[in-house]
């Protein structure tokens, strides 16, 4: 079982940057991939980004590609998502999820969700 909390979701302008947290519970973190979703007024749910268990690997939705960074670090349980060059298609809640096995972008594939963290990027 694998809990997740959200954090450092806020406001920011156009072009500015917010790092995400997700920290995890449990002993087995390291064993998990991790994913980033979000979920804009109105739409479904999307994937972000994905990272394999060891941090050696990661994938990005062509949206967020060479903007958004995912990260981890397994003694901490923390995933992070570093996004930069905000945009205001980019306000949505964002969540984190948790996978045992290879990373996949797919929603349904994941186990464990976060209970979500607003970001919200004016204009």
């Known amino acids: 079982q694998v809990q997740l909390v959200e954090s450092g979701g806020g406001l920011v302008q156009a072009g500015g940057s917010l790092r995400l947290s997700c920290a995890a519970s449990g002993r087995t973190f390291s064993s998990y991939a991790m994913g980033w979703f979000r979920q804009a007024p109105g739409k479904e749910r999307e994937f972000v980004a994905a990272?394999?268990?060891?941090?050696?690997?990661?994938y990005y939705a062509d949206s967020v590609k060479g903007r958004f960074t995912i990260s981890r670090d397994n003694a901490k349980n923390t995933v992070y998502l570093q996004m930069n060059s905000l945009r205001p298609e980019d306000t949505a809640v964002y969540y984190c999820?948790?996978?045992?096995?290879?990373?996949?972008?797919?929603?349904?594939?994941?186990?464990?969700w976060g209970q979500g963290t607003q970001v919200t990027v004016s204009s």
């Open positions: 990272i394999s268990w060891s941090g050696g690997s990661t």
């Open positions: 999820a948790a996978r045992q096995g290879i990373f996949l972008p797919t929603i349904s594939a994941y186990d464990y």
